[in-house]
């Protein structure tokens, strides 16, 4: 069975300041990987999809890295903002289903 | 509208009561989802589908029960309902083939007394 984790749980960023998260999974034969954000009592959106293939996808400030051997994965989140805060969702796909991470909850200071 | 959406938003109800949570997408995707999400836990599966009258269990689909008779619609059924089964729960959709890449709903917050 997949296990995906996500460290830390939660981090405060002064504003400016760039993030770091980090996600990691126990099954290398993914499809591929996803990040996500998710506010509060919304739902999910997705911000980065990354190829087995590939090794890493960038989005304006955003920039994912994926180690399939390791079996971890960076979002780089560049020169926050205070609208950066949301909880990002780390989700690997396989067998016709994603497997989720926990979240890292994010707060931008301003 | 276009897309996916849940209904109700919110919903209260009482141990042991029958709930249905509703999902229609607009996409005609063949494979959807229900997930719920609770705290320390993150998204887990309860039921997927992958096309009409195609259904198969998830990670937690005890206590749940789905049907799939038309492609948009894919109803998720608490028979029973627990309190254990407060959570909030999203329904995705995704196209043949791409269960990888997966929109989802906004979700409903389901509280049982």
């Known amino acids: 069975k997949q296990e995906v984790t996500q460290i830390p749980a939660a981090l405060s960023v002064p504003e400016g300041e760039n993030l770091v998260l980090n996600c990691s999974f126990t099954d290398s034969a993914i499809y591929n990987l996803q990040w996500f954000r998710q506010d509060p009592g919304k739902g999910l959106t997705s911000l980065l999809l990354?190829?087995?293939?590939?090794r890493e996808q960038t989005s304006g400030r955003l920039n994912a890295s994926l180690d399939k051997s390791s079996g971890r994965s960076t979002l780089y989140i560049a020169a926050s903002q205070p609208g950066d805060s949301a909880t990002y969702l780390c989700a690997v796909s396989g067998n016709n289903r994603l497997a989720f991470g926990k979240g890292n909850q994010v707060v931008v200071i301003p | 509208d276009a897309g996916i959406t849940q209904s109700p938003r919110y919903k209260i109800t009482e141990t042991g009561r029958q709930v249905t949570l509703m999902c229609h997408q607009t996409?005609?995707?063949?494979?959807m989802f229900w997930y719920r999400q609770d705290l320390g836990h993150g998204l887990r599966l309860i039921y997927y589908s992958a096309a009409a009258d195609i259904t198969d269990k998830g990670e937690v689909p005890d206590g749940y029960v789905v049907s799939r008779s038309k492609t948009e619609n894919f109803p998720l059924t608490l028979e029973s309902a627990t309190r254990s089964q407060t959570s909030v729960y999203f329904c995705?959709?995704?196209?043949?083939?791409?269960?990888?890449?997966?929109?989802f709903g906004p979700g409903t917050r389901l509280t049982v007394l």
């Open positions: 990354i190829q087995s293939s590939q």
């Open positions: 996409w005609s995707h063949s494979y």
């Open positions: 995705a959709s995704s196209e043949p083939g791409r269960a990888d890449e997966q929109f």
